[in-house]
């Protein structure tokens, strides 16, 4: 049976919601390190934290940037400690050449760099370079019953693409998920519609471990984009993705203004000619709506208005030109830190150093909690 949807748990990104009451010599992620290092962060003290992850499946596309990324760039203005991470150890739970994942770490680093992600701001960090995510993935998952796991729709979906029937690493990873977010006390996740569940699995372990141990995790709450779920321009019914076979589906930030003009001349609309927004019966011509709305930062009305006169051929011609406009210098900026694959490493490997330093103090409280200290 599907977990009910708790609206109490979730938040939209804009307006930000209100801060827990902060400590003044605390306000940055160095002074909150510091202070986790000399113990004079309180085991009942909440900070407002961010955690977010993506996989590295290369360079995203235009719904990853949409209904993530640019949320990202701008959460870590707002609130004062965030972290970002490369979840390479929750890409093995599909086959993966090591020399392709390799390749997509460090593409995928670049182009979130490129896009507005400011380590200065920020810890940006490769997943694998902690292992306190892993061992207490363990520790969690040993409080964690097996069939909640096997009522999640994405083994469901995930494990049918297997010819094994799915593999352990599949079927536990939402449990690594929850480690990622409450190893640093993490406070609220910015996810997508599909990742809710998830979400709420998460909520629900913290619940279960403060029960059995004392109340020691913030339960996290969800921060959902206010960017409509971005389609295939040729299914408007399905999501876009990088897998899709369809190449003519997916728009990627690093493709051409040539490749973009042709996906968008190429994208699944119907025969009425007005531009409209109508998700229900126009999935189509409302999907590009949502990008064009997006990309320009203009409302749903305000795009509308602008096309009064238009037909979707003209119209689709619009949008595509729009999202040439936003991923010119993303896409020429990608170029130049590709180019410098030691920048990147060092990248990652300097806020894995900083990601460590706050889970460290973190997790050895968890296992003197659980008897192993």
Not at 119 to 146: D, M, Y
Not at 172 to 197: C, F, M, N, R
Not at 204 to 215: L, S
Request: with cysteine; net charge positive.
């Amino acid at each position: 049976m599907r977990q009910p949807f708790r609206a109490s748990a979730l938040i939209l990104s804009s307006p930000r919601p209100p801060p827990s009451p902060p400590a003044p010599a605390m306000a940055t992620p160095g002074g909150l390190i510091r202070a986790a290092r000399r113990g004079t962060l309180a085991q009942n003290m909440v900070v407002d934290r961010i955690f977010s992850g993506i996989q590295p499946t290369g360079t995203p596309h235009l719904g990853n940037y949409l209904g993530a990324i640019q949320n990202w760039v701008n959460l870590q203005e707002e609130y004062s400690s965030v972290l970002y991470s490369i979840m390479d150890m929750h890409s093995l739970t599909m086959p993966k050449e090591p020399a392709l994942l390799r390749q997509n770490i460090l593409d995928t680093t670049a182009a979130i760099l490129a896009c507005g992600i400011d380590p200065k701001k920020c810890f940006l960090f490769r997943q694998s370079l902690v292992p306190e995510h892993a061992e207490l993935a363990w520790i969690l998952g040993c409080i964690t019953n097996v069939p909640r796991l096997l009522r999640l729709p994405q083994w469901k979906m995930k494990r049918a693409s297997q010819s094994n029937g799915g593999t352990v690493g599949l079927l536990t990873y939402p449990v690594l998920q929850a480690a990622d977010i409450l190893l640093y006390k993490s406070t609220h996740v910015p996810v997508g519609e599909d990742q809710v569940l998830h979400l709420e699995l998460a909520q629900d372990i913290a619940q279960h471990f403060n029960k059995k141990y004392g109340e020691f995790f913030p339960v996290p709450k969800a921060i959902l984009s206010t960017t409509k779920k971005i389609k295939s321009l040729r299914d408007p019914t399905v999501k876009m993705s990088k897998s899709d076979p369809q190449k003519l589906a997916t728009v990627n930030i690093v493709d051409s203004p040539d490749e973009i003009v042709l996906k968008f001349r190429k994208a699944v609309t119907d025969f009425t000619s007005e531009v409209t927004y109508d998700p229900a019966s126009r999935p189509g011509v409302s999907n590009l709506v949502s990008i064009h709305s997006a990309v320009s930062g203009l409302s749903i009305e305000e795009v509308l208005h602008q096309s009064v006169g238009l037909d979707t051929a003209h119209y689709k011609m619009v949008v595509a030109e729009s999202v040439i406009q936003k991923f010119a210098p993303i896409r020429n900026e990608i170029k130049k830190l590709q180019e410098d694959k030691s920048h990147l490493i060092k990248v990652l490997e300097a806020g894995a150093e900083k990601a460590k330093e706050l889970a460290t103090p973190i997790y050895q409280e968890i296992r003197r909690l659980v008897g192993f200290q």
